[in-house]
C-alpha cells in the first residue's frame, strides 16, 4: 500500500508559509491592503477569490499563498485542498485563524496510489499547522482509513483477491488485538451455502472465505459492520460485457469500507462490540460455476431461486447478514456496491441509504452533512417485495423488471436481517470517475465519515 505520511502538525511557532483565505465577496476588500505590485501579481494570476483557485503573491524576499473559498469563516474538508494539492512543499500556517475542517482534505489531497508506478508529479510533502493540537489524531485517523479503502480499491484483482483482503483483516486484528477466524473453500458449504456457491468457482487461490472480526467489551452493545467482499465480478453464466467487467476490481469496495470503518472503530475505542463480517470471493466462470435456475439454501433456510448470477452481492451479504444477527446486535451497518440503478439514480457521488427505522436513517443523513460526507435515503416500498417472487423457492434473487432495482435489492438484503434489529445499508459506489480537490480519481469512501460519527454520536461518551 501507497505511504501515508503525517502532513498535520502541531503548530509551535516554527517558520512557515502564511496562507491567506478569501472569497470572491472579501476580496477587494482585503487586497487594498496590499502592496501595488501584489496586487499586480494577484492579477496576473487572473485571482479574484474564487473557489479553488490559488495564487503565490512575492512579500519581500518571500511570499505567502492566497486560496479562494466559498466562506473563510465556515471551511469544509475540501476548501483547503487545492491548495495543498499544487503548492510546493514545505510548511504552512494559515494566517489568522485556524484550518479547522480543511485540516481532513489537506491530508487526503496529498494521497497517490504508487502500487505499480511512482506518481511523476511529486513535489515533496506539505505540510499544514495548526494551534488545535487535540484535533490532529482525529483527523489523521479519518483521512488514513480514506486512503486506505482508496488504496484497497485501487488495487489490482490478481493482488486484492479473498486472500488478499483476509491478510488485509489479519493486520488489522493484530494492531487492535481483535480476534479473528476464517472459513473458506469448501468448508462455507455447510453454513455458508451462498457464499461458497458464489465462490466456488474461483481458482484455489481466490477461494471464497468468510472473515470475522471481533473486538471490544461484550457488556457493550453490540454493533456489527458487514462489508460485500465481491474481489472481481464477471458476472458468473450471465457474464457481463468487457465495458462492464472494467471497474469490477472495485466490487469489494464494501468490504473496503467495512475494514476502514472498524479501524476507526477501534482506533477511538467506541464502547461496543465490534463484530466485522467480510464474504470474499470472485465471481468466476468455470465448469463449476453456480447457474441460473439453480436454488440455492441459505444460512437462514430460506431458499434463494436465482434469477441471475451477476446479482451475487446480495446472495453473499444474505449469509452474513444472517450472522450478524445470531448474536442480535444493537445495529448492523452494511456496505456494498450492490447495484447500477443506485448510481443511475444518485450518480457516483452520493451514496444511495436504507434503513429500517427513521431515527436511524437522521441520524446519518446529518453526521454526513456535518462531515462533508452526505447520504442520501432511498425508500424500500413493501409492494415491490412481491417483484422477489419466486414459483419454486421462497424468494429470487432477482426481479424481472428494470425498476427501482436499488430498493428491491435492499429488501432482498433486509429479508435476512434478525426481526427487530436495527439496520442501515450503504449502495455505494467506491469510485470518484474525476478528480476533485483532495478526492483523487479512482477508489473512494462513500459514507464512511458519515457512519463513524453516527456511531461517536450514538455509542461514544
Known amino acids: ?17 502564511a496562507i491567506h483565505l478569501v472569497n470572491k465577496d472579501g476580496f477587494a476588500k482585503w487586497a487594498k491592503s496590499l502592496a501595488a505590485g501584489q496586487r499586480a501579481a494577484l492579477a496576473a494570476q487572473k ?7 490559488v495564487a503565490i503573491v512575492p512579500d519581500g524576499d518571500q511570499w505567502f499563498a ?13 476548501c483547503m485542498a487545492r491548495l495543498a494539492e499544487i503548492l510546493p512543499a514545505g510548511t504552512y500556517r494559515r494566517e489568522r485563524s485556524e484550518p479547522g475542517a480543511a485540516m481532513f482534505g489537506w491530508q487526503t489531497a496529498q494521497h497517490r496510489f504508487t502500487r505499480y508506478k511512482d506518481d511523476p508529479n511529486a513535489q515533496g510533502p506539505r505540510v499544514l499547522l495548526t494551534r488545535d493540537a487535540r484535533a490532529i489524531p482525529a483527523v489523521l485517523a479519518e483521512a488514513r482509513a480514506t486512503n486506505w479503502i482508496a488504496d484497497l480499491v485501487n488495487t489490482g484483482p490478481e493482488d486484492m483477491g479473498p486472500a488478499a483482503l483476509e491478510a488485509e483483516a489479519e493486520k488489522l486484528a493484530k494492531r487492535h488485538g481483535a480476534a479473528i477466524k476464517v472459513i473458506k473453500g469448501d468448508a462455507l458449504e455447510r453454513d455458508y ?3 461458497h456457491a458464489v465462490g466456488r468457482a474461483a481458482s484455489r487461490h481466490h477461494a471464497p472465505r468468510l472473515i470475522r472480526l471481533e473486538w471490544g467489551d461484550e457488556a457493550h452493545p453490540g454493533v456489527a459492520i458487514v462489508g460485500k467482499g465481491v474481489c472481481f465480478d464477471s458476472g458468473g453464466l450471465d457474464i457481463k460485457p468487457a465495458s462492464g467487467m472494467l471497474l469490477m476490481k472495485k466490487d469489494m469496495g464494501g468490504a473496503a469500507h467495512a475494514l476502514a470503518l472498524a479501524e476507526l472503530v477501534m482506533d477511538a475505542r467506541l464502547p461496543i462490540r465490534l463484530h466485522l463480517l467480510i464474504p470474499a470471493v470472485e465471481n468466476a466462470i468455470s465448469g463449476n460455476a453456480f447457474r441460473p435456475g439453480d436454488v440455492l439454501k441459505s444460512r437462514k433456510g430460506t ?6 448470477t451477476d446479482a451475487e452481492g446480495r446472495l453473499i451479504l444474505a449469509d452474513a447478514l444472517t450472522r450478524a444477527s445470531e448474536d442480535n446486535p444493537d445495529l448492523i451497518l452494511d ?28 441520524d446519518l443523513v446529518a453526521a454526513g452533512k456535518a462531515n462533508d460526507d452526505e447520504c442520501w435515503r432511498m425508500p424500500m416500498p413493501e409492494a415491490y417485495r412481491e417483484w422477489l417472487a419466486s414459483d419454486v423457492a421462497d424468494t429470487n434473487n432477482a426481479h424481472p423488471n428494470a425498476f427501482a432495482g436499488a430498493s428491491v435489492a435492499a429488501l432482498f438484503l433486509e429479508r435476512f436481517v434478525g426481526e427487530g434489529i436495527d439496520w442501515a445499508h450503504f449502495d455505494t459506489f467506491a469510485w470518484r470517475p474525476t478528480a476533485k480537490p483532495g478526492r483523487p480519481k ?20
Open 47 to 53: 485571482f479574484d477569490g474564487g473557489g479553488y483557485q
Open 335 to 362: 456496505f456494498a456496491t450492490l447495484t447500477g440503478a443506485a448510481r443511475v439514480a444518485l450518480g457516483p457521488d452520493l451514496p444511495a441509504l436504507f434503513t429500517r427505522r427513521d431515527q436511524t436513517a437522521a
Open 442 to 461: 479512482g477508489g473512494t469512501a462513500y459514507g464512511l465519515r458519515a457512519a463513524f460519527h453516527m456511531l461517536k454520536g450514538r455509542y461514544g461518551s
Open 1 to 17: 500500500m501507497s505511504k501515508q505520511i503525517d502532513l498535520i502538525q502541531p503548530d509551535r511557532g516554527q517558520d512557515a508559509i
Open 66 to 78: 492566497v486560496g479562494g473559498v466559498a466562506d473563510p469563516d465556515k471551511l469544509s474538508s475540501w
Open 193 to 195: 451455502s451462498m457464499v
Open 303 to 308: 431458499t434463494v431461486e436465482i434469477g441471475n
